[in-house]
């Protein structure tokens, strides 16, 4: 029973990954028809419809005194912070590029927890942590301005911000599926979104009048199939593996977009790019190398 129910945790994360390696390629043709901020409200506003819709199987809540700071900064680590800087992201580098920045998460989810949980970190993810960010830097000065990434340094830099607001997201995350469901904590980020996201949206620019299937249609996969689905199943996956463990299946999450991003909108990557992606790849790797694993501590237990 404990195998299938590892197994199951598994099975979500990397359809998790899956879906989340989609959002690039959803929001990129979003943008192209409706302001980020609409975009980011819009998804948010559906996914907390579908939420409300199906309140009746939102699980455990075991409010404890001062949950109120960490429910509250989890939706502002994301969907808060983290969707504007990858909307500033998405508006100036590929989808590709931006996707290849996520394999960093889970190395700075490590060097977060060495450095707020005093867990320890092996040399060799501090060695391939450096050559991982040696990679996406690379990765980014290789990047020349075209149809699909107008200022690919800029955009890259705001897409390894967003990754700093997920780190925040994913330690706070674990702390909290010891006394909340899943479906409650995706609720509450969808909630807090559709919040925070309204004004913003509403004085950053007009909504166009007119708007194509396609642009609608990407919005309503972002907010009921990315907002529901891969946060609930990643949000799962968490609940029932360590958080250092979960989070290294967003390195999945660069191929997946690397994938459709070629499929899909026609991006590639120049041949030193490749190069380059192949050094966060090996980064990572390297990271997770480790002749047996780290005794946990902090929130991860």
């Not at 320890?120 to 000065?141: E, N, P």
């Not at 642009?215 to 990643?234: D, E, N």
């Not at 360590?242 to 690397?258: E, K, W, Y």
Request: charged share 10%; proline share 5%.
């Amino acid at each position: 029973m404990q195998q299938q129910g590892r197994a199951l945790a598994l099975g979500c994360l990397v359809l998790a990954m899956a879906l989340w390696g989609s959002s690039f390629i959803a929001l990129k043709l979003a943008f192209q028809e409706m302001p980020p901020m609409w975009v980011i409200f819009g998804r948010m506003a559906l996914g907390s419809l579908v939420f409300l819709l199906a309140w009746r199987w939102r699980g455990r809540i075991e409010y404890r005194a001062g949950d109120w700071k960490y429910l509250l900064g989890l939706g502002v680590c994301e969907p808060c912070l983290y969707f504007i800087f990858e909307a500033l992201a998405l508006q100036r580098t590929s989808a590709s590029q931006a996707g290849m920045i996520t394999a960093l998460l889970p190395l700075l989810v490590a060097v977060g927890a060495y450095l707020f949980l005093h867990e320890r970190v092996a040399r060799t993810t501090w060695a391939g942590f450096l050559l991982a960010v040696l990679g996406a830097i690379w990765l980014s000065l290789a990047g020349e301005s075209d149809a699909h990434a107008s200022e690919p340094l800029l955009g890259n830099f705001y897409e390894f911000v967003a990754m700093l607001c997920a780190t925040g997201y994913t330690l706070t995350l674990k702390h909290l599926t010891t006394r909340y469901s899943a479906f409650f904590l995706t609720a509450m980020q969808a909630f807090i979104g559709s919040v925070f996201f309204l004004p913003v949206a509403w004085v950053s620019a007009p909504l166009p009048s007119e708007l194509s299937p396609l642009a609608l249609g990407s919005v309503i996969y972002l907010g009921i199939v990315v907002t529901v689905g891969a946060y609930g199943l990643y949000n799962f996956g968490v609940s029932r593996l360590p958080a250092s463990q979960a989070s290294g299946f967003i390195n999945l999450i660069p191929v997946f977009t690397l994938v459709l991003a070629a499929l899909f909108l026609g991006e590639r990557l120049s041949g030193w790019q490749l190069v380059a992606a192949g050094l966060v790849f090996v980064g990572v790797g390297v990271s997770q190398w480790r002749s047996q694993p780290p005794a946990p501590a902090g929130i991860l237990d």
